[in-house]
């Protein structure tokens, strides 16, 4: 909930999250249906919307279970469901007709047919495969216009097409078409000779850090947004269900002011202030041979995350920290708000009334004297020198 509150207070006009079953996130911390209700009062009171994904792929003995699912998502007004399984949508469609339907990335599209069908079928919006190029695109949304276009634009990928990958089931036998990916594709692999006889391991490397031959890099269209526009798409998505609550301030605020007055090389920067994988572009401008991350090295945030604001009160501000700091040290604001990257010195610190020189306990409150105007919901960072 907490971080569905830091997506929206950033700029996010919906989010999207998983209930307790038929997700692809089953190691994340999902929603029960009491707090969906929560989470669709708080984002429709904002005039924001909430996605639920019900997008595995189904096996007879969960259609009960899918069919009281649907139900309360229509009852409850979510404001749209995501499936990738035929069956699926057939059922929502059946049993929850006002419930808005949202075609997963994990179905594929990847042509004007598939789009056309899935809009003959009811449904509302096509998260398309991260496969495709700009013009194949616009193409999908000439033959489609009426059907509404999705697009990831940031963060991890899968190696496999739009996430259909059984690696997981193979070596860990953990589903991942059904939640439980271990992420095999980000593990280091070696390789044996079958022909020579020989037993002997060898390790596959390109240079003295190995070699991961299936780990993806990470997705940035952040330059690319008018063009993804003027293609057909009407939403991007960010791709950061178990990201931390700083990935996604950082991320979704810097992809709403590139939205709202587009790209800059400071706002493409901003990018960089979290810990990620190499960028990519993936396929939108074409074939691209430059998608896998071969070294698995995660490229270090520029700025590291020190605090949480609660409350600023009185000429001081009030935090929870998340990463030691000290008086008289300068760190830097995270907001949605006009104090983005303004400096603020540590001065007067305390916990609770006692004067404190060292903040040091996870997630302990502390305050100090601050004449910023800063919120609850913006966040400090310390940039690495």
């Not at 139900?71 to 949508?89: I, N």
């Not at 495709?132 to 489609?144: F, G, K, M, R, W």
């Given at each position: 909930?907490?971080?569905?509150?830091?997506?929206?207070?950033?700029?996010?006009?919906?989010?999207?999250?998983?209930?307790?079953?038929?997700?692809?996130r089953?190691?994340?911390?999902?929603?029960?249906?009491?707090?969906?209700?929560?989470?669709?009062?708080?984002?429709?009171?904002?005039?924001?919307?909430?996605?639920?994904?019900?997008?595995?792929?189904?096996?007879?003995?969960?259609?009960?279970?899918?069919?009281?699912?649907?139900?309360?998502?229509?009852?409850?007004?979510?404001?749209?469901?995501?499936?990738?399984?035929?069956?699926?949508?057939?059922?929502?469609?059946?049993?929850?007709?006002?419930?808005?339907?949202?075609?997963?990335?994990?179905?594929?599209?990847?042509?004007?047919?598939?789009?056309?069908?899935?809009?003959?079928?009811?449904?509302?919006?096509?998260v398309?495969?991260?496969?495709?190029?700009?013009?194949?695109?616009?193409e999908?949304?000439?033959?489609v216009?009426?059907?509404?276009?999705?697009?990831?634009?940031?963060?991890?990928?899968c190696?496999s097409?739009?996430?259909?990958?059984?690696?997981?089931?193979?070596?860990?036998?953990?589903?991942?078409?059904?939640?439980?990916?271990?992420?095999?594709?980000?593990?280091?692999?070696?390789?044996?000779?079958?022909?020579?006889?020989?037993?002997?391991?060898?390790?596959?490397?390109?240079?003295?850090?190995?070699?991961?031959?299936?780990?993806?890099?990470?997705?940035?269209?952040?330059?690319?947004?008018?063009?993804?526009?003027?293609?057909?798409?009407?939403?991007f998505?960010?791709?950061?269900?178990?990201?931390?609550?700083?990935y996604?301030?950082?991320?979704?605020?810097?992809?709403?002011?590139?939205?709202?007055g587009?790209?800059?090389?400071?706002?493409?920067?901003?990018?960089?202030?979290?810990?990620?994988?190499?960028?990519?572009?993936?396929?939108l401008?074409?074939?691209?041979?430059?998608?896998?991350?071969?070294?698995?090295q995660?490229?270090?945030?520029?700025?590291?995350?020190?605090?949480?604001?609660?409350?600023?009160?009185e000429g001081?501000?009030?935090?929870?920290?998340?990463n030691?700091f000290?008086?008289?040290?300068?760190?830097?604001?995270?907001?949605?708000?006009?104090?983005?990257?303004?400096?603020?010195?540590?001065?007067?610190l305390?916990?609770?009334?006692?004067?404190?020189?060292?903040?040091?306990?996870?997630?302990?409150?502390?305050?100090?004297?601050?004449?910023?105007?800063?919120?609850?919901?913006?966040m400090?960072?310390?940039?690495?020198?």
């Amino acid at each position: 909930m907490q971080k569905l509150k830091i997506a929206l207070y950033y700029g996010a006009d919906a989010v999207y999250l998983g209930g307790k079953a038929f997700s692809l996130r089953s190691f994340s911390d999902n929603f029960t249906d009491e707090e969906i209700k929560e989470a669709l009062s708080y984002a429709h009171d904002l005039n924001k919307k909430v996605y639920v994904c019900a997008n595995i792929f189904a096996k007879n003995g969960d259609f009960s279970a899918l069919e009281k699912h649907f139900r309360f998502l229509g009852q409850c007004g979510a404001d749209g469901v995501l499936v990738s399984d035929l069956g699926a949508l057939r059922l929502s469609r059946r049993v929850a007709p006002d419930l808005p339907v949202h075609i997963s990335t994990q179905a594929n599209t990847l042509n004007r047919e598939a789009a056309a069908m899935y809009r003959d079928l009811g449904a509302v919006r096509v998260v398309l495969a991260r496969e495709l190029s700009l013009d194949e695109i616009a193409e999908i949304h000439a033959y489609v216009p009426e059907l509404e276009l999705e697009a990831f634009v940031h963060g991890a990928m899968c190696i496999s097409y739009s996430g259909r990958c059984l690696l997981s089931d193979y070596l860990d036998g953990r589903q991942s078409n059904r939640g439980e990916c271990v992420q095999a594709c980000r593990w280091r692999y070696r390789v044996q000779s079958a022909e020579s006889g020989s037993k002997e391991w060898y390790d596959l490397e390109e240079d003295g850090r190995g070699t991961y031959i299936l780990n993806s890099r990470d997705l940035n269209l952040s330059r690319y947004l008018p063009e993804l526009e003027k293609a057909g798409v009407c939403s991007f998505k960010i791709e950061g269900r178990m990201k931390s609550e700083y990935y996604l301030a950082t991320v979704v605020g810097a992809y709403r002011r590139i939205m709202d007055g587009g790209y800059t090389k400071a706002l493409g920067a901003e990018l960089d202030c979290c810990a990620r994988r190499p960028y990519t572009t993936a396929y939108l401008l074409g074939e691209n041979r430059r998608t896998e991350d071969y070294s698995n090295q995660p490229v270090e945030g520029k700025c590291v995350y020190i605090a949480n604001v609660l409350k600023a009160e009185e000429g001081r501000v009030f935090v929870e920290m998340r990463n030691r700091f000290r008086e008289g040290e300068t760190l830097e604001v995270l907001s949605p708000h006009g104090a983005l990257g303004q400096e603020v010195a540590i001065k007067d610190l305390k916990e609770g009334d006692a004067p404190c020189s060292d903040a040091k306990l996870v997630q302990g409150v502390y305050s100090f004297a601050c004449s910023l105007p800063l919120r609850a919901g913006d966040m400090l960072r310390r940039r690495v020198k």
